[in-house]
């Protein structure tokens, strides 16, 4: 190899690997080379960005970080310095304008991963990087050097001075995160893979479904062990889904796998207080039905007051008290997170510990691990995917520190 030149090899062409691969490809001395098993690059994030790409979350960094759960620590450096108005910056550097939405998530003008990720490869075939598409990894030989496999069969060994390891976590594994290569770095303590911002299981009635399957529950809160959120769900025939309960995912998860059944509470009015709905009911029923009452009083639609009974016991008292009760405090179970196969994310991954604050691992010097592949985990609504480009361009840097000790050494 080049004593000047160096080549860095970053597998993965997801949003990790590209954001790193922009950054370090802004210096000529660089190679920068990225793999990628699948026919191109993207695949996950062009997915994502179908219902409206959602890059980022303009709230407040404080309470941006608490979204991170435990992790928050190991992630708070990376975001601060890469942070969500980076981000926006980033976007509209590669001509891409920004917008924040009524929720504070950012979005891009035209609504669309496609014009985003266009532009991005295009920027990064002009910085001169080399993609290798179909390559799989499959090893390494004595020298360290990366085996591959390419779309024909053939063997590939290549060699490098730096490398980012940015797989992915083990969902939509059609799109290339299979979460395969934990069988490669088989000397790393490697944590199990979860489903994360999935949907879950509830024994619908037949009735239910009949009618209501596949409809929007609009403005409603979710609490569970001491956390609330706020937003909208889709009455899935399976159960639940949609990102207000994804966001109570990793709470939800972790107690099924201590209780096995678990029951959250549903708010169908959570900008009315308790007061406010009873004086609302206190006024006389007559021989209004329950679904017409509701909808003189409080507007329900008929999937609102299906879900009111389908939670409540048939002969439950329909008092003004009781029913303001169980409006605001609908208790909700749940039977099971859906698989991996069905959830937008994981968490689990290579530990943190494996990897020093550069994101280098530990135990390879040279070698980098970012994105969704390390443990971390963090809600959709645009904390999901500023942990994959933080994370990329932390790794970037790092290994920027790293090639510079080679050269003075």
Known sequence: MSEIRKTIVIIGGGPTGLMAAQHLSLNKDHDVHVYDQKPSVGRKFLIAGRGGLNLTHSEDLDPFLKKFGPSEGFMTPFIQAFSPSDVQDWAADLGIETFIGSSGRVFPKDMKATSLMRALTKRLTAQGVTFHLKHRLTGFDTKQNFRFVDGDGSNITVAADAALFAFGGASYSHLGSTGE??????????????????????????????????QPIKNIALSFQGETARGDLVLAKYGLEGGTIYALSRALTHAFEKDGSVSMQMDLRPDMALEQIKQKLSAPRKKQSLSSFLKKRLHFSPLETALLREFTHKNADQTPNALSIAIKNLKVTLTAPRPITRAISTSGGLALDMVDDTLMLKSHPGWFAAGEMLNWDAPTGGYLLQGCFSTGMAAAKGIEGWLSKLRTN
């Open 181 to 214: 290569w934990t069988s490669v770095l088989t000397d790393q303590n490697i944590k199990p893979f979860k489903a994360i911002n999935c949907g879950f299981d509830v024994n619908w009635s037949h009735i239910l479904l009949e009618k209501f399957e596949g």
